[in-house]
């Protein structure tokens, strides 16, 4: 009798533990990403800011930067689109090889059209890493899922 007792506890734990998992996952699976437009930054500063602090110190600026939301003012080095059609503004100068890669987020990619190559702009973006110059050919640093703010 007594057996019974812990068996059924034993079954019923295990699947309180499905239960649990099974929730987890259907609430990842149809998690939703952060609208950026309305999500304050936890940082704002100028793209030369952000490059010469990764530049400086990469461990730390990882440790400061990475996964948060940034708002970084700056000129248009260059717009580059892809096959899809997706844009990738370049902010920087042309003097300095280094640059701040900011992927459109999909949402706003319609928007990237009226940016001028040259002209001063506002992005937010999700920084995601660094890729550190070893060539001479420059560093930049990575932003997605990023939107042209209108200030």
Do not use: W
Not at 55 to 66: E, G, R, V, W
Not at 137 to 146: E, F, H, K, P, Q
């Amino acid at each position: 009798m007594k057996n019974k007792k812990i068996i059924y506890r034993l079954i019923a734990i295990v699947l309180f533990l499905i239960l649990c998992v099974g929730i987890f996952a259907y609430r990842e699976y149809n998690r939703k990403n952060v609208n950026l437009s309305d999500t304050k930054a936890a940082y704002t500063l100028t793209e030369m800011q952000l490059i010469e602090e990764f530049t400086k110190d990469q461990d730390a600026s990882n440790k400061k930067y990475l996964g948060k939301i940034l708002e970084l003012s700056g000129n248009i080095k260059k717009i580059d689109t892809d096959a899809n059609g997706y844009h990738t503004v370049i902010l920087g100068n042309a003097v300095n090889m280094n640059s701040v890669r900011c992927s459109v987020d999909s949402a706003f990619n319609k928007e990237a059209h009226n940016l001028l190559v040259g002209s001063p702009v506002v992005i937010k973006g999700i920084c995601t890493g660094y890729n550190a110059d070893d060539l001479g050919l420059g560093s930049d640093v990575i932003l997605n899922r990023s939107i042209a703010i209108k200030k």
